[in-house]
């Protein structure tokens, strides 16, 4: 009976268990990798059968891919042996080689109806679309190769495409995957991407194949079409981090393929070479500070904790124009004050009450300054300069006060102590050429009331206001350092701003930037 049983049943048995350890193996290679699935592993080495000659499919696979090169250095590249065997491979696929401008020396490319160069800056006697990407995108996929890579003859674009989709299955916010060329360098990281603040910060996620970036190594890079050129700037160099930036701004996530035995460095342009090195990287310093400014990113931490500034110095102007009703240009762009501004503005108040402090001068903090100072112990987040208070006596007691009184004058730090062109009141700009600054008001007492000869309208706080809060004058943590304030602080922003001023925040002049 037993054995009519099996013999009978066997097989059914045999199938249904087999069907489940396939799938079950299936689910957790996919979340694994992407994790990695095995199916798509792209074990098969007859590659050319595949493609070199193959029937409709393989032509079809190759035609829904374009192949980009954007990464190379016009004074040396490999450009022409990149395009040529990346078009001996994949006749079917456009190669697409973007530059900024005409590059000198020429390149030398094979004269080839899928090779096509184009010339970002454009050109009198061609036509817009000719310097434009887009319109020779037409393909479901697009692949960034880096300069002077080559592709393993067992890639193969069908099987890249069934791991970009298992991907997405799997997570649908991933819209890029990545080839790491050198593994062992290389991180997945976390970005943090705050438009508001101009900032963007790095953080490693180990032992992780999804992420927002990857940093260490070149890298190829497959996405579709149509999220590329939903990228407000899809070929801005460098790739990396500009493209991994715009990506998770939109909330997005990549992929990183760890298995990658398909790509390779073939020559080594640069490493071999110090001054060619040293080109390069100064050339991509220049090109990320242009990037930076594009985007609007003024402050990048890399994953190693250290911060690189893109924004303003002392040698260059502030980040911002002429402010206008007391609304900077920023505010109308939903951005706070650049993290390069406020990183001078508290330099300058550094200095500017050392050197009070050392003169026995008397001050403290005024109007919006002292409002930040309570709030959070910072200047205010959309705040553009900084305001203090001093007894007019008390110029007599400053060298640099009385200095400046005839014309301005730099001090031994780069300062630049001077009298304002808008009233009887004194300035100290953080440099020459960048005029972020602090604003002194000399202010006197007539019948134990503060007064002073400079007022402005749109200036809600500025009003006269008793001796009292003056005596004593407190302490309280501003920009890293203790600062003299008023005493009663809450009750003399509310009698010069009204009640509630430190809970609800608002801007100068908040009507124009309501959305």
């Known amino acids: 009976m037993a054995r009519l049983f099996f013999s009978r049943f066997w097989p059914w048995w045999l199938l249904v268990a087999t069907a489940l350890v396939n799938v079950l193996s299936l689910l957790y290679i996919t979340f694994k990798t992407c994790d990695v699935p095995e199916s798509v592993s792209y074990s098969n080495t007859n590659y050319k059968s595949d493609y070199v000659g193959a029937g409709v499919d393989a032509t079809h696979d190759q035609s829904a891919f374009t192949f980009v090169l954007r990464e190379f250095e016009d004074f040396s590249n490999d450009v022409t042996n990149t395009t040529l065997k990346l078009s001996n491979v994949f006749r079917k696929s456009t190669i697409l080689v973007i530059a900024d401008n005409h590059v000198y020396p020429p390149l030398k490319l094979a004269d080839s109806q899928n090779i096509r160069f184009i010339n970002l800056h454009g050109s009198v006697d061609k036509p817009f679309l000719s310097s434009q990407p887009n319109s020779f995108v037409k393909s479901q996929y697009v692949i960034f190769v880096p300069d002077a890579v080559q592709v393993s003859d067992r890639f193969r674009l069908r099987e890249a495409e069934k791991f970009f989709l298992a991907c997405q299955r799997v997570n649908p916010l991933v819209t890029m ?61 460098p790739l990396d981090p500009t493209m991994f930036i715009q990506n998770s701004v939109q909330g997005h996530k990549v992929v990183v393929n760890w298995h990658n035995t398909f790509f390779y460095q073939s020559l080594s342009l640069f490493e071999n070479d110090p001054h060619k090195n040293w080109k390069h990287e100064k050339n991509e310093r220049i090109r990320q500070k242009e990037a930076f400014s594009r985007i609007g990113i003024k402050r990048f931490r890399h994953a190693t904790g250290t911060d690189e500034w893109f924004g303003c110095g002392k040698d260059t ?199």
Not at 201 to 229: R, Y
Not at 387 to 415: M, N, P, T, W
Not at 429 to 446: G, M
């Open 177 to 237: 995957v990545v080839w790491p060329l050198n593994r062992s360098t290389t991180k997945c990281v976390r970005l943090d991407v705050d438009l508001k603040k101009w900032t963007v910060s790095q953080e490693i996620v180990p032992n992780n194949s999804t992420c927002d970036a990857i940093v260490g190594s070149q890298f190829v890079l497959l996405l579709t079409t149509k999220t590329l050129l939903e990228l407000p700037y899809p070929f801005l160099r």
């Open 317 to 515: 102007p502030r980040c911002f124009g002429t402010v206008v009703n007391d609304m900077p240009e920023f505010i109308y762009q939903n951005r706070w004050t650049p993290p390069c501004c406020l990183r001078a503005l508290r330099m300058t108040v550094h200095h500017v009450f050392k050197i009070l402090s050392e003169q026995g001068v008397r001050f403290w903090l005024e109007g919006g300054s002292l409002l930040g100072a309570i709030r959070n112990g910072d200047i205010i987040p959309w705040d553009y300069d900084v305001d203090i208070g001093i007894y007019r006596d008390d110029i007599v007691k400053s060298s640099h006060l009385l200095s400046c009184q005839s014309e301005a004058f730099e001090d031994e730090k780069g300062f630049i102590w001077e009298t304002a062109t808008e009233g009887e009141f004194f300035r100290v700009q953080y440099s020459r050429t960048n005029h972020l600054h602090v604003d002194i008001f000399p202010f006197y007492s007539v019948n134990g009331t503060m007064t002073k000869h400079t007022w402005f309208k749109t200036h809600r706080q500025d009003r006269e206001f008793p001796e009292s809060f003056l005596r004593p004058l407190e302490a309280i943590s501003f920009v890293g350092i203790q600062a003299p304030i008023p005493n009663n602080a809450r009750r003399f922003l509310e009698f010069k701003f009204g009640d509630g001023v430190i809970e609800n925040p608002r801007y100068p002049d908040a009507q124009p930037v309501q959305r």
